[in-house]
């Protein structure tokens, strides 16, 4: 049964940084692509950063600058670090991943990030 656990949540005063962490169990296979997203209360889930195997990255405009997303070379990790946070960066941030070989992608159950102003 693979598992996807994020950590690394908490409450953070506007400037400040978070260290986000994905980690999958469950799976000898390793990470292909891994997404984060967020989801803010009364708002949609949305796409905030993705790297694929290879290393190329993508960004959500607004966090460009500020967010680093990167992976670790055993392949069960990824990390997001979010700068200079926002009040507008609180959501519930979530990790979406799929692994080599497989066609199922993989959510997390979510790190609730606050940044107060």
Do not use: H
């Not at 949609?44 to 990167?70: C, H, L, M, P, W």
Request: some cysteine; charged content about 15%; aromatic content about 12%.
């Amino acid at each position: 049964q693979v598992q996807v656990v994020e950590s690394g949540g908490g409450l953070v005063q506007a400037g400040g940084s978070l260290r986000l962490s994905c980690a999958v169990s469950g799976s000898t296979r390793s990470i292909n692509n891994m997404g984060w997203y967020r989801q803010a209360p009364g708002k949609q889930r949305e796409f905030v950063a993705y790297i694929n195997y290879g290393g190329t990255t993508k960004y959500t405009d607004s966090v460009k600058g500020r967010f680093t997303i990167s992976r670790d070379n055993a392949g069960k990790s990824g990390y997001l670090q979010m700068n200079s946070l926002k009040s507008e960066d609180t959501a519930v941030y979530y990790c979406n991943i799929d692994l080599w070989g497989s066609l199922s992608s993989y959510w997390g159950q979510g790190t609730q990030v606050t940044v107060s102003s």
